[in-house]
C-alpha cells in the first residue's frame, strides 16, 4: 500500500512560478512511475507530466511543455511538478499518481494510488 499526499498549491498570479510536492510513504516508491494530473471544474482530469522510477525518461502534456518540470527523489519519497510561466487555464487540481508502467501514465491507465489533490489557482 502506499499514500500520496501533495502538497504547495495554492493562489498565484499569472507568469508567477509554484512546486508542487507529493510525499509518498511505503518503501515501494523508488519502483513506480509517477505522474501529476490535474482537473479543473467542469473538466475531466488530464495528464500533465510522468517520470520513470529512475528519472531517465519524462514526459509531458503539450500544454505544459517548457514550463513545467517534474522530477523525483527517491531517497525522500518524493516527486515534485516545477511550474513556471502559469496561465490562468492552469487552474485546477492537481493529482499525484503512481503506477508501475510509465508508458500507460499518459493515458491514464494502469494507476495504482492516487493522491487527494492540492488546489491551485491562477489569476489573471
Known amino acids: 500500500q502506499m499514500q500520496l499526499v501533495e502538497s504547495g498549491g495554492g493562489l498565484v498570479q499569472a507568469g508567477d512560478s509554484l512546486r508542487l510536492s507529493c510525499a509518498a510513504s511505503?518503501?515501494?516508491?523508488?519502483?513506480?512511475?509517477m505522474g501529476w494530473f490535474r482537473q479543473a471544474p467542469g473538466k475531466e482530469r488530464e495528464f500533465v507530466a510522468s517520470?520513470?522510477?529512475?528519472?531517465?525518461?519524462?514526459g509531458y502534456a503539450d500544454s505544459v511543455k517548457g514550463r513545467f518540470t517534474i522530477s523525483r527523489d527517491n531517497a525522500r519519497n518524493t516527486v515534485y511538478l516545477q511550474m513556471s510561466s502559469l496561465k490562468p487555464e492552469d487552474t485546477a487540481v492537481y493529482y499525484c499518481?503512481?503506477?508501475?508502467?510509465?508508458?500507460?501514465?499518459?493515458?491514464?491507465?494502469?494507476?495504482?494510488?492516487w493522491g487527494q489533490g492540492t488546489q491551485v489557482t491562477v489569476s489573471s
Open positions: 517520470i520513470t522510477w529512475s528519472s531517465r525518461n519524462t
Open positions: 511505503g518503501r515501494t516508491f523508488s519502483t513506480y512511475a
Open positions: 499518481a503512481a503506477g508501475m508502467m510509465f508508458a500507460n501514465m499518459m493515458r491514464q491507465r494502469g494507476i495504482d494510488y
